[in-house]
């Protein structure tokens, strides 16, 4: 019910009407299948009504003492409660119709009074001033249940899928040579849970069975004219429970200056709560607005401005901090911390405009407009500074036995982690890449791929490789050896194609791309096999001379001699090489094996009449079993033969 109205003269038609009205609502309230709501409304309205009768001496006719008579009744049912321990609304569920009813029947005295001079007839004044001191004391009785209510009654906040949200996205480097505190990449793909919940679920702050003796205080305290009490009462208490769950969240109040200097290790952990946090509270805030308009009803008791000053105490804050890492410096770990709280504000910038909709909102809602697009500027100027730093890593020792480098480790498994944000970074750089941003569709296997290899996203990525594999090149200069070079290269541009097709970057890169770069590493053993062996095989070769009478013993021992002693060189170099992915490593053994040893064979047949025997160190078993010891990373070495 909204604004009991004004008390007027009542002729003797209107006292019928009100009659006629009285007899309806009871036999309303008769009803069984009325709900608690609604049997609040009829009993306040019949209270009312009833109270509508209650008119002046000078006006009604009816003598001074019938009218005193009148009031001493609600008087005594307002003022019997002054001096009970015990709370109204904690008592029989008919105490606060009753209450209700007294207080509404004294203010509707006092009403009728105002209306017409008793400064004159000193009796009613004094019972004027009477109603008055007991309705202001009714006034604080209810603002001590309203407050009751909301303290006793309220729930705690557990938005529907408030166990599935982490604190940000938890994403891994695993072999990265950078300390990162995170936990888990699967942790990582429950953001689409995180986004999808229901949006029709907005969790209760009070239990709903409250909601009726709330509207009943708000109606009764602002027809008497203590709408200021009620709001400054209710938005008082509502903050209260806000701060408290803010300290359930474990939100630290920050300066911007103590925000920026944080230890990243620090900084990193709050950021995680701060994503937890706005995406918790915004849907906090929406049940809070919800019960702002389940006690204002249709009438609006609660301003819009009430409920903007309960927010502020919370996303004020929560929009500083965001303000400060925004201002910060742009390193590339801190990406994907940027990344989780532009998304938590992207995904909730409807529900923002919509919770704040009004003028008295305004000022959240820009400035959480505002806070996006920082966020969103520091996101591309640290992806640029990513591929910055690639660029500007400079080793001045090379990488022992030609092993995968840090940096390549570093990058693969940072862009493979980049991809999980895919959506955003697509929308932050859509502006910087003027290719066709179309799908095409791949098939592998008779499976459809999505093959985003036009997108903003995917041009991003192959701009950081293209860029890593720039840097590697020029790493590959710190080996003298040129075999090392094409293997260190080798191993680098394998460990990229293996990223690439195992997991997410493939949609983004393209098979186009990875057939490319398997062709580079296995251009790159050939290329090995070329520079470490064909100088060694090229002693074997047949010069024309074996058949020959001038042809003496001499030639073929020494040519099994070189060859015996250049392997034990590559034997003893490249064992402590190293090929880590085993598959790599059997294939170039393999490889190597079969023009090796077929070359031995060769050589040694055309030859067996014309070698001494003590020149054959090695058979070619020997060697084969040899060659399986290369690029192990244990240097060895051929110290005699193992011939039988």
Known sequence: M?????????????????????????????????????????????????????????????????????????????????????????????????????????????????????????????????????????????????????????????????SLLSCGRDVIYDESFVSVDDVSFEEASRRNINGNESEKYIPDLVYPQVIPHLKSIANVMFASNYRQEFCLAFVSTRREALEEYLVILKIDKFSIEDVLNLEWDRLNFEIRKWVRAMHVIIRYLASEKRLFEQVSGEYGFLKPLSFVEISQCSMLPLLNFGEAIALGTHQPEKLFRLLDMYEVLADNLLRIDALFSEEAGACIRIEFHKLLQKLADSARATCAEFGNAIAADASTNPCPGGRIHPLTKYVMNYIKTLTIYGDSINVLLKDQNTTDSNSAVELENGREISSLTNCPMACYLRSVTSTLESNLDSKSKLYKDLALQHIFLMNNFHYMVRKAKSSELRVFFGDEWIRKHIVKFQQLATSYERTTWSSVLSLLRDDGTAGSTSTSKAVPNEKCKGFSIAFEEVYKSQTGWLIPDTQLREDLQISTSQKVIQAYRNFTGRNALNISEKYIKYTADDLQNYILHLFEGVPRSLQTSRRK
């Open 2 to 162: 909204g604004d009991f109205g004004s008390v007027l003269p009542l002729c003797e038609g209107e006292q019928h009407v009100i009659a006629a009205t009285q007899h309806l609502v009871k036999a309303l309230g008769a009803s069984k299948n009325l709900n608690a709501d609604l049997r609040t409304i009829l009993s306040q309205l019949d209270s009312h009504l009833s109270a509508m009768t209650i008119l002046p001496t000078e006006i009604r006719g009816t003598g001074l003492k019938e009218l005193e008579e009148q009031f001493r009744s609600a008087e005594k049912k307002i003022m019997g409660w002054e001096s009970n321990q015990s709370l109204i609304w904690d008592s029989d569920p008919s105490e606060p119709s009753e209450y209700l009813k007294a207080v509404v029947e004294t203010q509707a005295l006092i009403e009728g009074l105002q209306k017409f001079s008793v400064s004159e007839n000193r009796k009613q004044k004094e019972l004027l001033n009477r109603a008055e001191s007991i309705l202001q004391i009714a006034m604080s009785r209810l603002e001590e249940e309203l407050v009751h209510i909301l303290v006793q009654h309220k729930k705690f906040f557990e938005p529907e899928d408030l």
